[in-house]
Every structure is written in C-alpha cells, then in structure tokens.
C-alpha cells in the first residue's frame, strides 16, 4: 500500500527535475543576446519594473544572470576568477574563504542568487582575494601572534 504512493512520488520528482533540467538548457539561448558591456539586448520591463530576459520570466543561473545584466566581459572576468579559485584548490594553495568560494560553483551554476545570499558570496570574494593576496610575512601564525618573516626574537622581546 505505501510502495506505489512512495513511487509516485519518485515518477513526479522524476518529471520535475527533467523539465527543470531542460528549462535550464534552454536559458542558453541567452548567450547571443549579451552585450560586452551592460544589459543584454532581450532584455525587458514591464509596468512593474520586473526585469524579463527574452521569453523567460526567471533565470535560474547566476552565471547566465551575470552575462545578462552586466556584460559579457564581466561574465568572463567572474569565470576567470572561479578558474583560478579552482586551480588554487587543486595545487592546495587555497585559502578556506576561496575553499568555501569554490564549493558555491554549483549553485552559481544553477540558482540566481537572490535575498541577501547575493552580498554574502561577495562577502565571501573578497575575503578570498584578501587572503590569497595576503603575502606569507603578515599571516597570523599558529599561536595568533603576528610577525615578519625572518624576524629575530629578541627584537619582538624588546618591545614588550
């Protein structure tokens, strides 16, 4: 009695990850519209001042978002950064907030951020470019206590 309930529960999540899936292929249509510079050229508003890009009402990818509000060349500098957030990872080079900027690619890819996520991951950006910019000698180290590189003890002893 609960097995047929439970598969079709399966079959309807099934359909609507499929036509999800498909609805998101179709947002590359997209492509051809952006601008280098600025809003994309489907783009639309309406009496409300809601925001449409060709035929669709909603686009469920920031990266495809991005290209369509600011310009392909913004769209390209925003993948060369995550690029290189990635290649730090793999040679282990990384620091957490360009570990935890990486591990978003995914919703990048497949949600527009929205609400106050979108400041959050720009939050995020930032630490990592601080961090990874950040040179050896200003580091905290291990006990939480700054120092240069290379510094003699005795003169950090001298200070206190």
Do not use: C, H
Request: no cysteine; proline share 4%.
């Amino acid at each position: 009695m609960l097995f047929p309930l439970v598969i079709a529960v399966f079959d309807e999540a099934g359909s609507e990850a499929t036509d999800s899936a498909n609805y998101r292929g179709d947002l590359t249509q997209l492509f051809g519209t952006m601008n280098p510079i600025g809003v994309a050229s489907s783009a639309e508003k309406n009496s409300a001042g809601t925001l449409y890009f060709g035929n669709f009402r909603s686009i469920d990818s920031q990266l495809i978002l991005t290209g369509l509000t600011n310009g392909v060349i913004v769209l390209a500098a925003v993948v060369a950064a995550l690029v290189f957030g990635i290649l730090l990872v793999l040679r282990g080079k990384a620091t957490a907030a360009t570990v935890a900027l990486v591990a978003q690619i995914p919703a990048f890819a497949t949600v527009a951020l929205i609400t106050q996520y979108s400041i959050f991951v720009w939050f995020v950006a930032g630490l990592a470019a601080t961090t990874q910019l950040m040179p050896e000698a200003m580091k905290i180290g291990v006990i939480g206590i700054p120092r240069r590189v290379g510094e003699p003890e005795s003169s950090a002893a001298q200070l206190r």
